[in-house]
């Protein structure tokens, strides 16, 4: 599938900003299964001086350089971005939970997936959390079939909420309330993942706004959207998943990056000089080509 994406934020502040220097976490991700035909980041006012690179989680980083004063910044994605996300094993067959979570002990084939397995500055230990996934791993349980079990009961369990939780909602809160956005349904069962030493990522990108004929809407469409990579051991490697839509990952989505939980990800950070209170605006536009 062959998606072409917009992705604008924009600030708009009460006083001029005399200096502003912004990390943008907003190029897609080239991988086996999603190739980037095009890719460009567009700022107004324009940067004096741009900088990328690739962070230790592989994620292309740009940083946006405003020596001029300005009233307003926007900062826009235009990208075409071709998907095919490999078929998952069959859940089945898939080894034990209890073997895949040695891999928090490291080793042969193990390293890349070891870091993913401990909790994270978003993405706290909670008993509670811990209690509630856990109980779609009774021993000897094959991985994915507890993973796919776990996303079943999150759609069952939560309402998909805005408005009742910010960026910093621990995830207690979370289990507490049953209601969230996508960031929140993906820090949840990540935490209790871990709890189990099982390696789990915060993936980050955007999930088609438009649904297939027929299909009912995707939930967090129209935004920037969060699910969890889930490793299966080094014999089957990550298999993505979307706890918001209880569905494996397969050609809706398009992968800007992953890290341990959103803090890795946020699309815009940035340090200002000036600026006063400001306003945020965010519009997503990802169209099936």
Known sequence: MRYRVEHSTRFTYAD???????MVRLMPRELPYQKVLSSEVVADPVANRRVEHVDHFGNRVGWLFLEQPHPRFTVTLHAEVE?????????????PWEEV????????????????????????????????????????????????DVLRRIREDFSFRSG???????????????????????????????????????????????PAPGTARRRGADQSHAWVGCWLGSALGWVDVDPTNDLIVADEHV???????????????GV???????????SVDLEAV
């Open 16 to 22: 001029p900003v005399d200096l502003a220097c912004h």
């Open 83 to 95: 998907v095919a996300f490999p078929a998952p094993p069959a859940a089945a067959s898939t080894p």
């Open 101 to 148: 979570a040695t891999a928090r002990q490291g080793g042969p084939g193990q390293w890349q997936a070891a870091e993913f397995a401990f909790p994270s500055p978003m993405v706290a230990a909670d008993p509670d959390v811990a209690a509630y996934v856990a109980e779609s791993f009774p021993a000897g349980r094959p991985i994915l079939v507890g993973i796919v």
């Open 164 to 210: 009742v939780t910010t960026i910093a909602t621990p995830v207690g809160q979370v289990l507490a309330q049953k209601a969230g956005v996508c960031q929140d349904f993906s820090h949840l069962m990540i935490s209790g993942l871990r709890n189990l030493g099982l390696p789990a990522r915060y993936v980050s990108g955007y999930i088609r706004t438009k």
């Open 255 to 269: 992968v800007l990056g992953w890290g341990r939980d959103y803090g890795d990800l946020s699309p815009v950070r």
């Open 272 to 282: 200002i000089l000036g600026g006063g209170a400001h306003s945020l605006d965010v």
